[in-house]
T-cell receptor, first 111, second 114 residues
């Protein structure tokens, strides 16, 4: 079993839809949870950074962490074609700065 | 803020030669930088953790003599792929730790070994 599981997609949605992206994990020691967006042949761009459980909102993006279920989500409201990219979740334990990445979900927002 | 650059963005070299890739944090100091490798349509694989002024820590299975890492200043880390072979062809990405657990990534370097 991988430490972090993420559906690779692709996930296709119409423009304006609410997108839900998810990751599950097995290591209960993870405390830090990140979401990155990666366009083709580019480096990942940090979207959201959260510590422990709860919700965090930034513009059209909302990150949720449910540590009891070992489940994290990223919601994108009013999705745009420019949101088409691969979304990677990443996690880290307290005391080490190393990230464990999910495999990434390819998202396509159709105009 | 939190910009990380990489140079070169793309390099083609012949088998047996060495290639150096630079990673710079442009607007912050980074005591810790990371080097990743990414295969097509795959996730990022951590190769090594680079700490300023000390030796890099390599992940299991990564040859430290083949992938030389130097972190000589708080804004610069370099990865040298020595005696490159076609199987070393990949997308190499660095990241720099800004504060806490936030990492900011460079744009990546595409290495092709012929």
């Amino acid at each position: 079993q991988k430490e972090v599981e993420q559906d690779p997609g692709p996930l296709s949605v119409p423009e304006g839809a609410i997108v839900s992206l998810n990751c599950t994990y097995s290591n209960s020691a993870f405390q830090y949870f990140m979401w990155y967006r990666q366009y083709s042949r580019k480096g990942p761009e940090l979207l959201m950074y959260t510590y422990s459980s709860g919700n965090k909102e930034d513009g059209r993006f909302t990150a949720q962490v449910d540590k009891s279920s070992k489940y994290i989500s990223l919601f994108i409201r009013d999705s745009q074609p420019s949101d088409s990219a691969t979304y990677l979740c990443a996690m880290a334990t307290s005391g080490t700065y190393k990230y464990i990445f999910g495999t990434g979900t390819r998202l396509k927002v159709l105009a | 803020g939190a910009v990380v650059s990489q140079h070169p963005s793309r390099v083609i070299c012949k088998s047996g030669t060495s290639v150096k890739i630079e990673c710079r944090s442009l607007d912050f100091q980074a005591t810790t930088m990371f080097w990743y490798r990414q295969f097509p349509k795959k996730s990022l694989m951590l190769m090594a953790t680079s700490n300023e002024g000390s030796k890099a820590t390599y992940e299991q299975g990564v040859e430290k003599d083949k992938f030389l890492i130097n972190h000589a200043s708080l804004t610069l880390s370099t990865l040298t792929v020595t005696s490159a072979h076609p199987e070393d062809s990949s997308f190499y990405i660095c990241s720099a730790r800004l504060a806490g657990y936030e990492q900011y990534f460079g744009p990546g370097t595409r290495l092709t070994v012929t």
